[in-house]
């Protein structure tokens, strides 16, 4: 079995969205209720902070550098500094009960950020979709917590996740990238936890960050579970590959709403993680504007 390490002397609150930069070697990630996106280069161990002004949910890097970054209230276009640019779109939720969460990009270099529905009472988050041009577009709703978004090497399905409501979700995709009718691919069971950030490997499987399971799972295109990585922590919230080789998993993790008996017991609870596997993963597009 690889064996599990931590990325360096780092915790967080809330971990999310962990991207690898090709051009970098380095991986870049946010911390939502911190405001914060994070770089950490490998062969340096250098570690730098950006802050923004608002919980950042998601982002991508940018084919022209910078950043797609999705706020509470709006998405926007930030430089290398991240220094807010331009304005794409307002948040279509209302803002003060669902801020932005998971997102990230297609094999057209097209932004997708999905929102998290904070009262619970019903489905009301929703999965938006920034095009080439900078155009929003709203592609799928009835959700509670979007997460888990990955797209298939073949380019044939996105899938997705609804955290909170503890399903997997696979959506087929035509010839433009443009998605079909939603199908379940998962539903969690008691006790194995619930399916939050996710990345694809090139055979075509599905890898999931289990939050509150204490695991990473790995699933076929069918939906079997082939394996699972077990964390010495409660809640892993997202998964991506890089490294050179695009062989290395980095898991982020939470500290969010634990009390300080779990965090004197866990204390990696926030860490990043990395882990040496077998099968490459799929390379995630930069947000290319045209």
Not at 181 to 186: E, Y
Request: net charge negative; with cysteine; aromatic share 12%.
């Amino acid at each position: 079995m690889a064996e599990l390490h931590t990325l360096f002397d780092y915790t967080g609150h809330l971990p999310e969205c962990p991207t690898w930069s090709e051009a970098e070697q380095a991986l870049w990630w946010a911390d939502i209720l911190e405001g914060e996106l994070h770089r950490y280069h490998l062969a340096t161990g250098e570690h730098a902070v950006l802050s923004f002004p608002e919980e950042v949910g998601c982002f991508a890097l940018r084919e022209k550098g910078g950043f797609i970054v999705a706020m509470r209230t709006a998405i926007w276009l930030a430089d290398k500094r991240g220094l807010l640019v331009q304005k794409v779109c307002d948040n279509p939720s209302n803002p003060q009960l669902a801020r932005f969460n998971d997102g990230g990009t297609d094999h057209h270099g097209r932004f997708y950020a999905g929102t998290f529905w904070a009262p619970g009472d019903y489905n009301g988050a929703l999965l938006m979709r920034i095009d080439n041009d900078l155009t929003p577009k709203v592609v799928q709703c009835d959700i509670h917590g979007a997460n888990g978004l990955a797209f298939s090497h073949d380019r044939q399905w996105m899938f997705t996740s609804d955290t909170p409501n503890g399903v997997i979700y696979r959506t087929p995709l035509d010839e433009q990238g443009e998605p079909g009718a939603r199908q379940i691919f998962r539903r969690m069971g008691p006790g194995e936890g619930i399916p939050d950030g996710a990345a694809m490997d090139e055979e075509g499987c599905y890898w999931s960050a289990m939050y509150d399971g204490w695991r990473v799972a790995r699933f076929s295109p069918q939906g079997e579970q082939l394996a699972e990585y077990r964390l010495p922590v409660r809640c892993p919230t997202m998964v991506c590959f890089g490294g050179s080789d695009m062989k290395t998993l980095f898991i982020t993790t939470t500290r969010e709403n634990m009390d300080d008996e779990e965090l004197a017991e866990y204390p990696l609870s926030g860490a990043i993680f990395t882990l040496p596997v077998d099968v490459a993963g799929v390379k995630k597009s930069l947000f290319i504007e045209r």
